[in-house]
């Protein structure tokens, strides 16, 4: 399965992708998580992505779809893969299908998270994720049964520095100004379906699976 999974900020993408790539035995390739370990190591993409990042806005375009063509071209990437925010802007998506064209792998399915814009915030309020495991958590909807800490490794979960209010306000605004675009850009090339994912982990895994089964290796 080759797939791409888009939607605002907190549509669920992550923790639905998380459930898919294991299902099919393919790679998650999260740009965010993929910023977001290069941060925490500290390494020069680490340093230039944060400032973009804490801000809510894009990392450039040169610098993402280079880091994510050298991630599709590792060997666990051959047989498929999720891409879980990635692309985020039409020239990235135009820069994926002549990857993908040139090694003929294209894209199968495009995945529209539709979601409501005061559950998004909702979502993404009361988010909390490990920094050491990376696994994710929802005071509300998914909290973690150690309370503050994680119930994997037993971490202290701790608040994404971009899940603050003035940087949930501009990276809704950058996804209405620089992301939306591409469900028209996706949509022209029948590779879109959307998805209603204003239900439950449960029911919005449900009909993943179903717009997903024809594609399916298992
Ligand atoms: P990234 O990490 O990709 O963030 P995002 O797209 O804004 O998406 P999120 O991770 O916030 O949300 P999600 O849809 O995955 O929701 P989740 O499943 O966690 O990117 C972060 C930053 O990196 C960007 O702002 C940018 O700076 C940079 N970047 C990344 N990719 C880039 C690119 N291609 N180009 C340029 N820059 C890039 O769910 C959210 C919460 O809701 C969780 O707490 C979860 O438990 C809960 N939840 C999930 N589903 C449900 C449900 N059905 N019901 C109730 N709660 C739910």
Redesign the pocket.
């Given at each position: 399965m080759r797939l791409v999974l888009v939607?605002?900020?907190?549509?669920?993408?992550?923790?639905?992708?998380a459930f898919i790539a294991s299902a099919e035995s393919i790679p998650k390739i999260?740009?965010?998580?993929i910023?977001?370990a290069n941060v925490s190591e500290g390494t020069e993409l680490g340093k230039l992505?944060k400032q973009?990042?804490d801000a809510?806005?894009?990392?450039?375009?040169s610098v993402?779809v280079e880091m994510?063509r050298n991630r599709l071209a590792e060997e666990d990437a051959v047989r498929g893969f999720l891409l879980?925010?990635?692309?985020?802007?039409v020239p990235?998506a135009e820069e994926l299908g002549a990857a993908l064209q040139a090694t003929k792998r294209p894209l199968q399915r495009v995945v529209n998270?539709q979601v409501p814009r005061a559950?998004v915030i909702r979502?993404?309020s009361?988010?909390?994720s490990c920094p050491k495991c990376q696994a994710?958590?929802?005071v509300?909807?998914?909290p973690s049964k150690k309370g503050n800490a994680c119930d994997r490794c037993g971490e202290m979960l701790v608040q994404?520095s971009?899940?603050k209010p003035e940087a949930i306000e501009t990276?809704l605004k950058?996804?209405e100004e620089q992301t939306a675009p591409l469900i028209q850009y996706y949509a022209h090339k029948r590779l879109l379906s959307e998805l209603d994912?204003?239900?439950?982990?449960d029911?919005?895994f449900e009909a993943l699976f179903g717009v997903l089964a024809p594609y399916s290796a298992i």
């Open positions: 939607g605002p900020p907190g549509a669920g993408k992550g923790t639905q992708a999260s740009t965010g998580d910023f977001r992505a973009y990042m809510g806005d894009l990392v450039p375009d993402t994510v879980d925010g990635f692309p985020r802007t990235q998270f559950d979502r993404l009361g988010r909390r994710t958590f929802h509300e909807f998914a994404r971009d899940d990276r950058v996804y994912a204003s239900g439950s982990m029911e919005v």
